[in-house]
């Protein structure tokens, strides 16, 4: 593992070596276009330029090697200013105090380059061309200004440079910020779910235990088969509880046997009407959602033989399930525990999916929940 780390690091110091050099190497293309283009544009009309390509090719190369040479200083000192005021003085601290700092410095820089060449030159050679002050003080002149677009010229590409590179940074880490933003909005809407979706098992035992123990003392026989059909119904329900969707096929059977239950509970009381098409049995919906609305209409209606109950389970041909049951309200209205109706909604809400849409009339009750 360490052999490995070792590799990966040395070949990560090679791309940022290699990625280094070949910004220096763009920064002396620049800075060497630069000098030759604004040598020619401060002075066009010398007459040094005409015929200069009929010069020998000695002299065309010397003067090439010159160009190279000034330029590389210039480059440098302009990147050793910028890195020094980059640690110094960053641009995000003090924008205006930075520009004018970095201008300053670069222009001063060139100007000591051109002294320091020149005096250098002035001590060492002999072969200068004697000529009058003016000629001089003009050459040197251009050769300043020359030096100080191509300062100005490295620096702003540096800035540039610099403030690319920031920006990237700052958006890739805002798109980490918003993809862990993201990733802790969906880790809680995950438990959100599976807490609604634990809400399930005690609604469900706590209803049909209580209706189990007064079958056994009413009929042994009755009992048994409740019991039976209960351990089944809740099979179904500790496999399918965890799933997000579920075949609507699949809901209704396991909503027959919830139907038996019911029946065995209530009598009566209850009337059940099914009828879903063949065409969107094969589509989803949210597993125990069937169970929790029928549930919820018996739990809020009265329940008697003299006026029972109607609960119809039908889809529409907007790609729809629906649960709709007669309006009969009870007068003492039981403690809502949350969940039924408004756990089938959150469910939605959190998956992501359209929401179910509720009517309510002066007769009916209804939910319909989008087939997925």
């Known amino acids: 593992m360490n052999k490995i780390s070792n590799i990966r690091k040395k070949i990560a110091r090679s791309k940022k070596i290699l990625s280094a050099m070949k910004r220096r190497l763009v920064i002396w293309t620049v800075a060497i276009i630069t000098f030759c283009v604004f040598s020619y544009l401060i002075d066009p009309f010398d007459p ?74 002035d001590n060492t050679s ?52 918003k993809l862990r933003a993201s990733k802790h909005k969906q880790a809680a809407m995950t438990a959100e779910l599976q807490a609604l979706k634990l809400q399930i098992d005690p609604h469900f035992i706590f209803n049909n ?31 399918n509880s965890k799933k997000d969707i579920i075949v609507l096929e699949e809901e209704l059977r396991f909503l027959d046997s919830y139907i038996f239950l019911i029946e065995k509970r209530i009598g009566r009381g209850v009337v059940f009407k099914i009828d879903i098409d063949e065409e969107y ?28 109950l109607e609960i119809h389970v039908y889809t529409s041909s907007d790609e729809e399930l629906v649960v709709s049951n007669t309006f009969l309200p009870l007068i003492n209205k039981p403690d809502s525990s949350g969940v039924g109706l408004t756990n089938v909604i959150a469910r939605y809400e959190i998956l992501g999916y359209t929401k179910p849409i509720i009517e309510k009339t002066e007769n009916k009750f209804i939910v319909k929940l989008p087939l997925i």
């Open 48 to 121: 040094v330029w005409e015929g200069y390509l009929e010069t020998p090719l000695k002299t065309i190369i010397e003067d090439l090697l010159w160009v190279f040479f000034f330029s590389v200083i210039i480059s440098e000192v302009s990147i050793f200013i910028d890195r020094i005021l980059n640690r110094l003085l960053p641009w995000k601290n003090r924008t205006v105090k930075r520009l004018l700092i970095q201008g300053s410095l670069q222009v001063v820089g060139s100007i000591l380059i051109v002294i320091i060449v020149n005096f250098i030159i």
């Open 126 to 177: 002999d072969s200068i061309p004697d000529m009058d002050a003016r000629k001089e003080y003009t050459l040197l002149g251009q050769w300043v200004a020359t030096n100080i677009v191509i300062s100005l010229v490295i620096s702003a590409f540096n800035t540039v440079d610099y403030l690319l590179e920031n920006w990237k940074k700052t958006a890739v880490e805002a798109a980490q910020h």
């Open 209 to 239: 235990l209580s209706v189990l123990s007064e079958l056994i003392l009413e009929d042994q026989q009755l009992g048994y088969e409740y019991s039976e059909k209960f351990a089944r119904v809740y099979r179904y329900l500790l496999v």
């Open 281 to 308: 049995r094969t589509m989803y919906t949210l597993p125990l959602s069937l169970q929790l609305l029928v549930e919820n209409a018996i739990k809020h209606n009265q329940t008697s033989k003299a006026n029972p």
